[in-house]
């Protein structure tokens, strides 16, 4: 090829193809029409028409999208098979490649399910199903490379799924068979027989009485599924390997854009030189998100990864030789296999490396990203940069004109912040990983807020060469990233420490050495400055006392404070989920409480469940938002002219489009902001265009300005601005409930008395679906709606309300989500609007899908609350008095937060008979979303601070903390608070069983005695108890509606007030009405949920969805029913179809309507007088035991043992799925998952990158979920209870038992006084709470006003 300027079409059209051509699912794709900028996930879906593949975040984060990519190594000619996230990877990296999704493995239409899919169905894997290809794909990729896995093999493959709704327990499960003994290990039928109940001796089975209804420990075996068999899968295309694709160059160019994908260094560096601006495209892991979400300009990208020079690896004489065209992953296998051949001596680096990457972001990325990349990007959080620098790595850089030069990572290589001395000319094609010295000791440290899949908060790496007989120091070097603008080498703390002895000084000089180099500012960006400095001191002493143990030192045997407390025994998965089998002699077609597969569970695994999200409309258009980049102020001026230009770009709608009422919500949200702008990201106006990503672009060149004004962001700016929504205030007196007058407690009767306050954070839904709407114009000024939402009618009500229509004019319907969490409740009204609007005023069906990206930045999360409390026990230990104020930060809007803070106030009991109580909560206005429903909707953080106050005086005064709380927990009959009197209340039962279950008081001692002999590990084990009351706190929603029809060929359609968000609710009531008509299931069927079927429908929230509508559905059935009886009796020996079509030629209406409400009596909130608010209440206890890494704030969960009291379960299956899912949830709450909103107003956290859920690797290796046998509950549907929202609270025990290890690290240290640990305990709350020596030498933070912080404690 010739190196000379030319246009860029005759460029292109020297190389071999100017098409894209590769294969998906076996078919072969030729495109020369695409714009290069398109991601594999986006041609999947919006071109090949591919739903099965999901996106929810486009960040590389989640999972949803994970795709099997197949190619040819260009040097070895080697078929891989790897798994990849389509959402980072550009379509035209797959140029000579295969593809597989979802839709190639198996079909419920063609009744084949791959034997994952089969697994994954039967192990009730997938509850909404959105997470559930992305798996699916990823333990196919694991399999494709590796039939016969291990669990370990299994684990790595998932990180990079996440899944919201699962818990991941049934996921890991179906996986784990696949592993060499994973048949074997999972419980047979037979083991179940035998008593594989985690209760062992105590199993029920083994009491003397034989019990009703036989207990079963296993939801799922896989026994008879059928066997994985390699030799029948797609083989890689014979054209791409006979046509030698991978050796074959490829350019495109469309719509301005450039794509070239050269063979030759030569021609590379040729690009290079003639565009030296172009960017090169190795994993696009970094790129992606800057062309997705910083729109960056992008004319011309290059992917080297095809080169084959930049595929090799060699051993010299220093070093591996390691081209960078290959993969993370494939990088770490040459490594391991480097390892493996060399002296242990030589590879410490390769090890340190290789331990990192297992931590370096998913398998997904690495199996795409590079190290060039990472290097290039110079993040001063890469986690590989510090290692490159403290082992001297060298870069290899060729450009065209200069050649060859190779440069060590040294304190020069980065200049600034994200530029290194690489020039734009220049090629990264190689690294030298060093081999380590025979007395060389090297290590990485790195920690993140989650551990793995995520980004560093610090990352380190440290070597040291030490005479192994004088004990001196021949070299020290060490680099920290995450403590400046670049990955920082030390320059100043290792200055003269040659020739000093690894010893103690040495340890407590550079200590303090440390502190000054790497010391950070209080408001720096990035925040948590201290806990940053104390990482670096923290990191620096684990390393100096693996050498001194390396170096035989007396001293420091403390060698393993690194690794978890008897790690072997923390291997392999055990779990049992313990039930009631149905009793002897249920009718086979009666499927109430059996453990039945979620409805759409094999279209989960197989990618054909449908969703809003896919929705695709002939003529559709594409919104996007133009939002507010401020959270207060005035708007100047909106200039839409530079989008309106941009190619695809149809219209623009406003506030001045919306024909009705600009204030929808009960006229508290407006559709768009007018004049003024009350929270960061706040719509604004709306792009219309031809396709999502025109949209989005143009939206993007809409110029906004707004005059700001200061923002109300804290509760306690809140509070000191006297910024409240609803001013009067919720008050809860339960002396009301035994006179007129209001009984303050008299404290100066009571010695035993705590004060405190303690905060609690909010949480992101992290709904995998995010949400969005499709606006259909109809004739007759109707408008149809298909939107992502829990309350259709909600919907309707606020398009109408927006566009001026009657009701009867606007349908919304759904037919499942992708979860909802209760942030699906109210907020999704205002999309709709939006979206309605658009629609209306173009008339064109306008589709709005909002990126994770704006989805967390526009809509609210849970409540975050701050508490002050006071409490007093008798001299008995009984609660005497208690009075707590609440404070929820309730956003700009009220919305739903007076609900979830009569919530808060009704729960804040828990458990507990307190003999005088007044509580007052206080809903704070502030310049944030409308923060909103969550999972609990504020029972969770009232009961928090209860257990918070039980801790309290427990630890205060020197008591038995389960006893203590046992003491005082409710007896049946009870009356709480707030006038509930407590009937079939099963806490103590629960309490035991669960103290039972998980061998609480053996295994406490046990925790005793070991964290009394490890120093910097310790452990934690704690029981929490929860009381959850059912029922909607406003009367009128406690309704519900059903329409069920008999057609002549027997089956039955079900429409119901309820939505399917993945808790199985559909299953749950085709179950009901199989028990009620006396038909299986088979013949029923539940199509969506719409507001032309069923009219005024309640939002599917509050954990009523089965009672309420399966008293509708019962209703309707029992209607029916009594149609049919005369037939049935005229014709007993007849089947149920003539019994039907008996009817229909009698001319017998088979169709019925049904209706149910369940029991509510309203509360006076402004007095504080209570009443029997909810119908009954549902009763649970967890255990949990954690291990805590003292010196980082890591930690990880050993066990959790759970029982659960939901009465006679409608679905064995579907509730244990709810009770984990919900307790992983709340796990994730009170541990990890922080909101971070910086002191103006503006929300950090909008992605996966930076907004942690708990990932397969955070869950329990020992997981036990019990169902309270023998509970009936006479005011629920076939005597169940609700199971949705109150097992969430239960995920605290882990914040107390990490407490519990943290007590006894303090104790260590000499600090026995009570600390208060605020939710969630994160690594930061953690090691900061972990005071000791390190802790100390970090400057306090100055007073809070006299410095801006980087977070806001909002
Ligand atoms: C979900 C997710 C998780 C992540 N987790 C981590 C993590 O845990 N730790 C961490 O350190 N990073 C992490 N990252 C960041 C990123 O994955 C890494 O930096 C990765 O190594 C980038 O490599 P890439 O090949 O994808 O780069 P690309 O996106 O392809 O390119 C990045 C930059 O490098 C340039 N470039 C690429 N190749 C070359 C070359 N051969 N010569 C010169 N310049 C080149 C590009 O022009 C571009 O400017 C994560 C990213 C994502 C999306
Ligand atoms: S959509 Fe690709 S990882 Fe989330
Ligand atoms: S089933 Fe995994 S996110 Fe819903």
Same mark, same amino acid.
């Given at each position: 090829?010739?190196?000379?300027?030319?246009?860029? %079409?005759? %460029?292109?059209?020297?190389?071999?193809?100017?098409?894209?051509?590769?294969?998906?699912?076996?078919?072969?794709?030729?495109?020369?029409?695409? #714009?290069?900028?398109?991601?594999?996930?986006?041609?999947?879906?919006?071109? $090949?028409?591919?739903?099965?593949?999901?996106?929810?975040?486009?960040?590389?984060?989640?999972?949803?999208?994970?795709?099997?990519?197949?190619?040819?190594?260009?040097?070895?000619?080697?078929?891989?098979?790897?798994?990849?996230?389509?959402?980072?990877?550009?379509?035209?990296?797959?140029?000579?490649?295969?593809?597989?999704?979802?839709?190639?493995?198996?079909?419920?239409?063609?009744?084949?399910?791959?034997?994952?899919?089969?697994?994954?169905?039967?192990?009730?894997?997938?509850?909404?199903?959105?997470?559930?290809?992305?798996?699916?794909?990823?333990?196919?990729?694991?399999?494709?490379?590796?039939?016969?896995?291990? %669990?370990?093999?299994?684990?790595?493959?998932?990180?990079?799924?996440?899944?919201?709704?699962?818990?991941?327990?049934?996921?890991?499960?179906?996986?784990?068979?696949?592993?060499?003994?994973?048949? !074997?290990?999972?419980?047979?039928?037979?083991?179940?027989?035998?008593?594989?109940?985690?209760?062992?001796?105590?199993?029920?089975?083994?009491?003397?009485?034989?019990?009703?209804?036989?207990?079963?420990?296993?939801?799922?075996?896989?026994?008879?599924?059928?066997?994985?068999?390699?030799? =029948?899968?797609?083989?890689?295309?014979?054209?791409?390997?006979?046509?030698?694709?991978?050796?074959?160059?490829?350019?495109?160019?469309?719509?301005?854009?450039?794509?070239?994908?050269?063979?030759?260094?030569?021609?590379?560096?040729?690009?290079?030189?003639?565009?030296?601006?172009?960017?090169?495209?190795?994993?696009?892991?970094?790129?992606?998100?800057?062309?997705?979400?910083?729109?960056?300009? $992008?004319?011309?990208?290059?992917?080297?990864?095809?080169?084959?020079?930049?595929?090799?690896?060699?051993?010299?004489?220093?070093?591996?030789?390691?081209?960078?065209?290959?993969?993370?992953?494939?990088?770490?296998?040459?490594?391991?296999?480097?390892?493996?051949?060399?002296?242990?001596?030589?590879?410490?680096?390769?090890?340190?490396?290789?331990?990192?990457?297992?931590?370096?972001?998913?398998?997904?990325?690495?199996?795409?990203?590079?190290?060039?990349?990472?290097?290039?990007?110079?993040?001063?959080?890469?986690?590989?940069?510090?290692?490159?620098?403290?082992?001297?790595?060298?870069?290899?850089?060729?450009?065209?004109?200069?050649?060859?030069?190779?440069?060590?990572?040294?304190?020069?290589?980065?200049?600034?912040?994200?530029?290194?001395?690489?020039?734009?000319?220049?090629?990264?094609?190689?690294?030298?990983?060093?081999?380590?010295?025979?007395?060389?000791?090297?290590?990485?440290?790195?920690?993140? =807020?989650?551990?793995?899949?995520?980004?560093?908060?610090?990352?380190?790496?440290?070597?040291?060469?030490?005479?192994?007989?004088?004990?001196?120091?021949?070299?020290?070097?060490?680099?920290?990233?995450?403590?400046?603008?670049?990955?920082?080498?030390?320059?100043?703390?290792?200055?003269?420490?040659?020739?000093?002895?690894?010893?103690?000084?040495?340890?407590?000089?550079?200590?303090?050495?440390?502190?000054?180099?790497?010391?950070?500012?209080?408001?720096?960006?990035?925040?948590?400055?201290?806990?940053?400095?104390?990482?670096?001191?923290?990191?620096?002493?684990?390393?100096?006392?693996?050498?001194?143990?390396?170096?035989?030192?007396?001293?420091?045997?403390?060698?393993?404070?690194?690794?978890?407390?008897?790690?072997?025994?923390?291997?392999?998965?055990?779990?049992?989920?313990?039930?009631?089998?149905?009793?002897?002699?249920?009718?086979?077609?009666?499927?109430?409480?059996?453990?039945?597969?979620?409805?759409?569970?094999?279209?989960?695994?197989?990618?054909?469940?449908?969703?809003?999200?896919?929705?695709?409309?002939?003529?559709?258009?594409?919104?996007?938002?133009?939002?507010?980049?401020?959270?207060?102020?005035?708007?100047?001026?909106? #200039?839409?002219?530079?989008?309106?230009?941009?190619?695809?770009?149809?219209?623009?709608?406003?506030?001045?489009?919306?024909?009705?009422?600009?204030?929808?919500?009960?006229?508290?949200?407006?559709?768009?902001?007018?004049?003024?702008?009350?929270?960061?990201?706040?719509?604004?106006?709306?792009?219309?265009?031809?396709?999502?990503?025109? !949209?989005?672009?143009? !939206?993007?060149?809409?110029?906004?300005?707004?005059?700001?004004?200061?923002?109300?962001?804290?509760?306690?700016?809140?509070?000191?601005?006297?910024?409240?929504?609803?001013?009067?205030?919720?008050?809860?007196?339960?002396?009301?409930?035994?006179?007129?007058?209001?009984?303050?407690?008299?404290?100066?009767?009571?010695?035993?008395?705590?004060?405190?306050?303690?905060?609690?954070?909010? =949480?992101?839904?992290?709904?995998?679906?995010?949400?969005?709407?499709?606006?259909?114009?109809?004739?007759?000024?109707?408008?149809?709606?298909?939107?992502?939402? =829990?309350?259709?009618?909600?919907?309707?009500?606020?398009?109408?309300?927006?566009?001026?229509?009657?009701?009867?004019?606007?349908?919304?319907?759904?037919?499942?989500?992708?979860?909802?969490?209760?942030?699906?409740?109210? &907020?999704?009204?205002?999309?709709?609007?939006?979206?309605?609007?658009?629609?209306?005023?173009?008339?064109?069906?306008?589709?709005?899908?909002?990126?994770?990206?704006?989805?967390?930045?526009?809509?609210?999360?849970?409540?975050?609350?701050?508490?002050?409390?006071?409490?007093?026990?008798?001299?008995?230990?009984?609660?005497?008095?208690?009075?707590?104020?609440?404070?929820?930060?309730?956003?700009?809007?009220?919305?739903?937060?007076?609900?979830?803070?009569?919530?808060?106030?009704?729960?804040?009991?828990?458990?507990?008979?307190?003999?005088?109580?007044?509580?007052?909560?206080?809903?704070?206005?502030?310049?944030?979303?409308?923060?909103?429903?969550?999972?609990?909707?504020?029972?969770?953080?009232?009961?928090?601070?209860?257990?918070?106050?039980?801790?309290?005086?427990?630890?205060?005064?020197?008591?038995?903390?389960?006893?203590?709380?046992?003491?005082?927990?409710?007896?049946?009959?009870?009356?709480?608070?707030?006038?509930?009197?407590?009937?079939? &209340?099963?806490?103590?039962?629960?309490?035991? %069983?669960?103290?039972?279950?998980?061998?609480? #008081?053996?295994?406490?001692?046990?925790?005793?005695?070991?964290?009394?002999?490890?120093?910097?590990?310790?452990?934690?084990?704690?029981?929490?108890?929860?009381?959850?009351?059912?029922?909607?706190?406003?009367?009128?929603?406690?309704?519900?509606?059903?329409?069920?029809?008999?057609?002549?060929?027997?089956?039955?359609?079900?429409?119901?007030?309820?939505?399917?968000?993945?808790?199985?609710?559909?299953?749950?009531?085709?179950?009901?009405?199989?028990?009620?008509?006396?038909?299986?299931?088979?013949?029923?069927?539940?199509?969506?949920?719409?507001? #032309?079927?069923?009219?005024?429908?309640?939002?599917?929230?509050?954990?009523?969805?089965?009672?309420?509508?399966?008293?509708?559905?019962?209703?309707?059935?029992?209607?029916?029913?009594?149609?049919?009886?005369?037939?049935?009796?005229?014709?007993?020996?007849?089947?149920?179809?003539?019994?039907?079509?008996?009817?229909?030629?009698?001319?017998?209406?088979?169709? !019925?309507?049904?209706?149910?409400?369940?029991?509510?009596?309203?509360?006076?909130?402004?007095?504080?007088?209570?009443?029997?608010?909810?119908?009954?209440?549902?009763?649970?206890?967890?255990?949990?035991?954690?291990?805590?890494?003292?010196?980082?704030?890591?930690?990880?969960?050993?066990?959790?043992?759970?029982?659960?009291?939901?009465?006679?379960?409608?679905?064995?299956?579907?509730?244990?799925?709810?009770?984990?899912?919900?307790?992983?949830?709340?796990?994730?709450?009170?541990?990890?998952?922080?909101?971070?909103?910086?002191?103006?107003?503006?929300?950090?956290?909008?992605?996966?990158?930076?907004?942690?859920?708990?990932?397969?690797?955070?869950?329990?290796?020992?997981?036990?979920?019990?169902?309270?046998?023998?509970?009936?509950?006479?005011?629920?549907?076939?005597?169940?209870?609700?199971?949705?929202?109150?097992?969430?609270? $239960?995920?605290?025990?882990?914040?107390?038992?990490?407490?519990?290890?943290?007590?006894?690290?303090?104790?260590?240290?000499?600090?026995?006084?009570?600390?208060?640990?605020?939710?969630?305990?994160?690594?930061?709350?953690?090691?900061?709470?972990?005071?000791?020596?390190?802790?100390?030498?970090?400057?306090?933070?100055?007073?809070?006003?006299?410095?801006?912080?980087?977070?806001?404690?909002?």
């Amino acid at each position: 090829m010739v190196a000379s300027k030319k246009p860029i %079409e005759a %460029e292109v059209s020297l190389y071999d193809f100017t098409e894209l051509v590769f294969y998906v699912n076996g078919k072969k794709i030729v495109d020369g029409g695409i #714009d290069p900028r398109t991601t594999l996930a986006v041609y999947l879906r919006d071109k $090949l028409k591919l739903f099965g593949t999901k996106i929810g975040c486009n960040e590389g984060g989640c999972g949803a999208c994970v795709v099997m990519i197949s190619d040819m190594d260009p040097v070895t000619e080697k078929i891989r098979h790897y798994s990849a996230n389509s959402c980072l990877t550009p379509v035209c990296a797959v140029f000579g490649k295969a593809v597989t999704t979802v839709e190639g493995l198996g079909s419920t239409v063609q009744k084949k399910l791959h034997p994952i899919q089969e697994r994954l169905s039967i192990a009730h894997g997938s509850q909404c199903g959105f997470c559930t290809p992305g798996f699916v794909m990823a333990m196919y990729a694991l399999l494709r490379t590796n039939p016969t896995p291990t %669990e370990k093999d299994v684990d790595e493959a998932l990180q990079g799924n996440l899944c919201r709704c699962t818990g991941y327990r049934p996921i890991l499960e179906a996986f784990y068979s696949f592993t060499k003994n994973g048949l !074997a290990k999972a419980p047979t039928k037979k083991d179940e027989m035998n008593g594989f109940c985690a209760l062992g001796e105590n199993c029920c089975k083994n009491q003397k009485a034989v019990p009703e209804r036989a207990e079963k420990a296993k939801l799922s075996t896989f026994d008879q599924c059928s066997t994985y068999d390699p030799t =029948q899968e797609l083989i890689f295309p014979p054209e791409l390997k006979l046509g030698e694709y991978h050796k074959r160059s490829f350019a495109l160019t469309f719509g301005g854009v450039t794509w070239f994908q050269p063979t030759s260094l030569t021609e590379l560096l040729r690009l290079k030189r003639e565009h030296p601006h172009a960017r090169l495209i190795s994993g696009n892991s970094e790129l992606a998100v800057e062309l997705k979400f910083r729109f960056i300009e $992008l004319p011309l990208a290059i992917n080297p990864k095809q080169v084959a020079e930049l595929r090799e690896h060699r051993v010299e004489e220093d070093g591996i030789y390691m081209g960078l065209g290959l993969s993370l992953t494939e990088m770490k296998d040459i490594l391991t296999e480097y390892i493996e051949e060399y002296d242990v001596k030589k590879t410490a680096v390769f090890r340190s490396v290789c331990a990192m990457l297992h931590y370096f972001a998913g398998k997904h990325v690495r199996n795409m990203a590079s190290v060039a990349g990472n290097i290039a990007t110079a993040s001063p959080i890469s986690d590989l940069n510090p290692i490159w620098m403290a082992s001297r790595a060298k870069l290899h850089l060729v450009s065209e004109e200069r050649g060859t030069r190779t440069v060590t990572i040294d304190e020069k290589f980065f200049v600034a912040y994200r530029r290194t001395v690489i020039q734009p000319d220049e090629v990264i094609i190689a690294i030298t990983i060093p081999f380590s010295g025979p007395t060389e000791h090297f290590r990485a440290y790195k920690q993140a =807020q989650r551990r793995e899949d995520d980004i560093a908060i610090v990352t380190s790496a440290f070597s040291a060469d030490v005479d192994p007989d004088t004990k001196t120091i021949r070299h020290l070097r060490f680099a920290f990233g995450g403590m400046a603008p670049t990955t920082k080498l030390s320059t100043k703390a290792v200055t003269g420490v040659e020739g000093r002895k690894w010893n103690r000084e040495l340890l407590d000089d550079m200590i303090v050495k440390i502190q000054e180099e790497f010391s950070l500012p209080p408001g720096v960006p990035g925040g948590m400055s201290r806990y940053r400095q104390a990482l670096t001191m923290s990191f620096f002493f684990k390393y100096f006392t693996f050498v001194a143990h390396q170096l035989q030192i007396p001293g420091f045997e403390h060698f393993g404070i690194d690794e978890r407390i008897g790690e072997p025994q923390l291997e392999g998965y055990q779990s049992t989920q313990i039930y009631a089998d149905v009793p002897e002699g249920q009718p086979d077609h009666d499927a109430v409480g059996r453990p039945v597969m979620h409805q759409s569970g094999e279209k989960h695994v197989t990618g054909e469940a449908v969703y809003s999200f896919d929705v695709d409309v002939a003529n559709m258009l594409h919104a996007a938002l133009v939002t507010s980049p401020k959270a207060k102020g005035r708007i100047e001026y909106v #200039d839409i002219t530079e989008a309106l230009e941009l190619p695809g770009v149809v219209g623009y709608a406003d506030h001045t489009d919306v024909p009705g009422s600009l204030l929808i919500s009960h006229g508290q949200v407006p559709v768009f902001a007018k004049d003024e702008v009350s929270y960061h990201c706040q719509p604004i106006g709306v792009i219309v265009a031809t396709d999502h990503e025109t !949209a989005r672009r143009a !939206a993007n060149l809409v110029k906004v300005s707004i005059i700001a004004e200061e923002a109300i962001v804290t509760i306690e700016q809140a509070v000191a601005a006297k910024s409240f929504h609803w001013p009067a205030g919720h008050r809860i007196h339960s002396s009301l409930l035994k006179g007129d007058k209001v009984i303050e407690t008299d404290w100066s009767k009571y010695d035993k008395i705590v004060k405190g306050e303690v905060k609690m954070g909010g =949480q992101e839904h992290f709904y995998f679906e995010t949400i969005n709407c499709t606006a259909i114009p109809h004739e007759n000024q109707e408008m149809e709606v298909i939107a992502s939402t =829990q309350g259709v009618s909600d919907c309707q009500i606020d398009v109408a309300t927006a566009l001026g229509f009657p009701m009867h004019k606007v349908v919304a319907r759904v037919r499942r989500l992708g979860g909802g969490f209760g942030g699906k409740e109210s &907020c999704v009204g205002l999309f709709a609007s939006i979206t309605a609007v658009a629609a209306n005023k173009l008339r064109k069906p306008v589709k709005f899908v909002l990126e994770r990206f704006d989805d967390m930045a526009i809509t609210g999360t849970r409540h975050p609350f701050s508490f002050k409390y006071k409490a007093a026990l008798n001299n008995d230990n009984k609660l005497a008095g208690m009075e707590v104020h609440l404070f929820s930060n309730g956003g700009f809007a009220m919305e739903l937060s007076k609900g979830v803070m009569e919530r808060a106030v009704t729960h804040i009991d828990n458990v507990y008979n307190i003999e005088n109580s007044n509580i007052y909560g206080r809903i704070c206005k502030t310049n944030l979303a409308s923060n909103t429903a969550f999972r609990g909707f504020g029972g969770p953080q009232g009961m928090f601070a209860t257990e918070t106050i039980m801790n309290h005086l427990a630890e205060q005064f020197n008591l038995n903390l389960n006893d203590f709380r046992k003491l005082n927990m409710y007896n049946e009959g009870d009356c709480t608070p707030f006038g509930m009197h407590l009937n079939q &209340c099963n806490i103590r039962r629960c309490w035991d %069983e669960c103290l039972q279950l998980s061998d609480f #008081d053996k295994r406490k001692t046990e925790i005793d005695a070991l964290n009394k002999s490890s120093r910097y590990r310790k452990r934690g084990i704690y029981a929490v108890p929860t009381k959850f009351g059912i029922g909607f706190g406003f009367k009128q929603l406690n309704q519900a509606g059903a329409l069920i029809h008999i057609y002549t060929d027997g089956t039955v359609l079900i429409s119901y007030a309820g939505c399917e968000m993945g808790q199985g609710l559909h299953t749950k009531i085709i179950q009901i009405a199989s028990r009620c008509l006396g038909v299986p299931i088979e013949l029923i069927h539940v199509h969506e949920t719409t507001t #032309d079927k069923v009219p005024n429908q309640s939002p599917t929230a509050a954990s009523v969805g089965s009672d309420l509508n399966g008293l509708a559905v019962q209703d309707a059935c029992v209607k029916l029913s009594e149609r049919l009886k005369p037939y049935k009796e005229k014709n007993p020996d007849g089947k149920w179809k003539d019994w039907v079509y008996a009817c229909y030629v009698d001319r017998v209406s088979l169709s !019925a309507t049904g209706f149910g409400i369940i029991h509510h009596e309203p509360i006076d909130y402004n007095n504080g007088r209570g009443a029997e608010l909810y119908g009954y209440c549902v009763y649970g206890v967890a255990v949990t035991e954690v291990e805590v890494d003292c010196l980082s704030g890591d930690h990880h969960v050993i066990r959790s043992d759970i029982v659960m009291d939901i009465g006679d379960s409608l679905n064995p299956a579907v509730d244990i799925g709810q009770i984990e899912g919900a307790f992983i949830q709340g796990y994730g709450l009170f541990t990890m998952e922080e909101i971070k909103i910086r002191p103006d107003g503006t929300r950090l956290t909008r992605g996966p990158g930076n907004y942690k859920i708990p990932s397969a690797d955070d869950v329990p290796r020992h997981f036990n979920v019990k169902l309270l046998k023998g509970s009936s509950n006479n005011r629920g549907i076939f005597s169940s209870k609700a199971v949705g929202e109150p097992p969430l609270f $239960l995920g605290v025990s882990a914040l107390f038992a990490i407490k519990e290890a943290i007590k006894s690290y303090r104790e260590d240290h000499g600090l026995t006084e009570y600390f208060t640990l605020d939710s969630p305990a994160t690594a930061e709350r953690i090691r900061m709470l972990c005071e000791d020596k390190i802790t100390a030498k970090i400057p306090e933070l100055p007073e809070k006003h006299t410095f801006s912080p980087w977070i806001a404690d909002i």
